[in-house]
């Protein structure tokens, strides 16, 4: 049997569809289709950090919200 090294799967019993399911989940675990993303347009540095800024500020918003007490209801 072959070894296959990197981003391959084998394809079993021609199921093409589970190795499809198989390839789709290895490539987005290692995370190459976010930096292809990031890398198809450019963005100037201070938008990056307003971008940033921006979500670390939604999070911190998320996580206030989630600490409230449920409102009362009579």
């Not at 989940?25 to 950090?49: A, F, M």
Request: aromatic content about 6%.
């Amino acid at each position: 049997m072959d070894k296959f090294h990197g981003r391959s799967v084998l394809v079993t019993d021609g199921n093409v569809e589970k190795a499809l399911r198989k390839f789709k989940k290895k490539i987005q675990n290692s995370g190459l289709l976010n930096e292809l993303r990031d890398r198809e347009t450019y963005v100037k540095p201070t938008t990056r950090r307003k971008l940033k800024q921006g979500a670390a500020q939604s999070r911190w918003r998320k996580k206030l919200r989630e600490q409230q007490l449920p409102p009362k209801k009579y």
